[in-house]
Nanobody, 127 residues
Framework: QVQLVESGGGLVQAGGSQRLSCAAS????????MGWFRQAPGKEREFVAA????????DYADSVKGRFTISRDSAKNTVYLQMNSLKPEDTADYYC????????????????????WGQGTQVTVSS
């Protein structure tokens, strides 16, 4: 198994930036594809970004494309979500997720594919 702990959330003004981190422990981090999801109050959890084991394949939701960047540091067992040009509609609880992947170039943008989840970190963007 792998344990995930998110950090970096908080209050930020619209147009600002924030970086979320997700520290992984347990099984080898290099064997896992990673993803970020978010859930706003009263809404379903939605896909934000995903990255393959190798870091060479990445996917983004259309709503964040060009503003958010996902990356991973295998030496630190950490995946990041750099969020720029934040909007009030980005306000949500953000979750990182992990799935063991036999293929270095595969990523997953469906929540149901991920068996491991962090506890979430809240991001609030004020207008």
């Amino acid at each position: 198994q792998v344990q995930l702990v998110e950090s970096g959330g908080g209050l930020v003004q619209a147009g600002g930036s924030q970086r979320l981190s997700c520290a992984a422990s347990g099984r080898s981090f290099r064997d896992y594809a990673m993803g970020w999801f978010r859930q706003a109050p009263g809404k379903e959890r939605e896909f934000v970004a995903a990255i393959s084991r190798s870091g060479g394949s990445i996917d983004y939701a259309d709503s964040v494309k060009g503003r958010f960047t996902i990356s991973r540091d295998s030496a630190k067992n950490t995946v990041y979500l750099q969020m720029n040009s934040l909007k009030p509609e980005d306000t949500a609880d953000y979750y990182c997720a992990a799935v063991w992947s036999p293929y270095s170039g595969s990523y997953f943008n469906t929540a149901g594919k991920y068996p491991y989840w962090g506890q979430g970190t809240q991001v609030t963007v004020s207008s």
